[in-house]
C-alpha cells in the first residue's frame, strides 16, 4: 500500500513560455501495514506488511521480505481473547505469503465471526503496540433477486449485464461491499465496491453489479464490467460497519485517481492506531447466484 500527497500549484504567465518544473522526493521511514478483516462464520485473517516508498524499486523478493514475522496479535470478541498463529502458504519459486490467524492447537479461545459482535485487536512489534475495533453488523440489507441482460450496443453478443434487487431498511447507516466470483475462481471486489445508503435510504431498488476486478492485471475496458453468457456467478454481498466502508471507499478513490492530475486530493482513512496503515474490516456476508445459460 502507497501514501503520497502531492500538491501541485501552476501559475502560467505566457502561453508561449515552458517551465521545467522539478520535484525532490524524500525517502520515509517503513511504515507498519495492516490488511486485516473477520468475517461471518470465519477465521480472522491479518496481514502485516511494511511500507515500501513510493519510488522504490519493486520485484518479487523486496515483496516477500515485506511480511512482518513474530509479531503479538491478540484478538478479542468481548468472551474469548485469541493470541493469533503466523501461517505460511507456498506460492512457488521458493516463495510464500504470511498471514495471522487462530491457534488450530488451541481450539478453547478459538475465535470465529459472529454477527452483533465487536472485536479488538491489538499488535505488539518491534516494540511498538497498534490497536483497532471493527464490528460484524447483523445482516439487515440484503439481495433480494439477481437476473442478466443483454448488453446493448457492444459487437460481442456475448457479454450480458448482471442485474439485482436490493432492500435497504429505513434509517440511515447501512453499509455495504461486493465481490463476485465467476465458476471456479476466488471472489474479487468490484472496482467500486463499498457503498453508503445515502441516496437509498428506506427503499427497494435495482442496479447493474459490475464484474470484480483483479488490479494485479490491466482490464479490457470494453469487457470488464461483464460477464458472459455460460457464466456461474456468485455475488458475495456484506454488510459493513462506517469505519470499514470509509476504508475502501477512500482506497478506492485514491487508487482510481492515481495519473489524474484533475481528481480532487484524497487522503485513504484507515482505523489502526498509532500511525499505521490499513483497516481491520469486518463483515457479515449473504451469498446469491445465478447461472446465465449460453
Known sequence: MKVIKIAFFISILFISCEKNIEFKTNSTDEI???????????????????????????????AANSFIHNATI????GEKTSVLTEREVPIGLGYSLFYYTNDSLNITNKIIGKQGKNYNLKIATNGVEYTATTTIPFLTKKC????????????????????????DPIGFGNYIRYFTKVNNARFLPGEKSAYDDQIVDGTTYSIRIDKGVDRNFPADDKKKDFFSKGDTVTLKFCNTNKSTYTFWNTWEFAYQSIGNPFATPNKVLGNISNGALGAFCGYSVQYKKIIIPK
Open 32 to 62: 507498519i501495514v495492516v490488511d486485516g478483516n473477520i468475517e461471518e462464520n470465519e477465521e480472522p485473517y491479518i496481514v502485516l506488511t511494511k511500507s515500501l516508498n513510493f519510488f522504490a524499486n519493486f520485484n518479487t523478493q523486496i
Open 74 to 77: 491478540t484478538l478479542t470478541d
Open 144 to 167: 433480494d433477486s439477481l437476473w442478466w441482460l443483454k448488453v446493448a450496443n457492444n459487437p460481442d453478443t456475448n457479454l450480458v449485464n448482471l442485474m439485482g434487487k436490493f432492500t
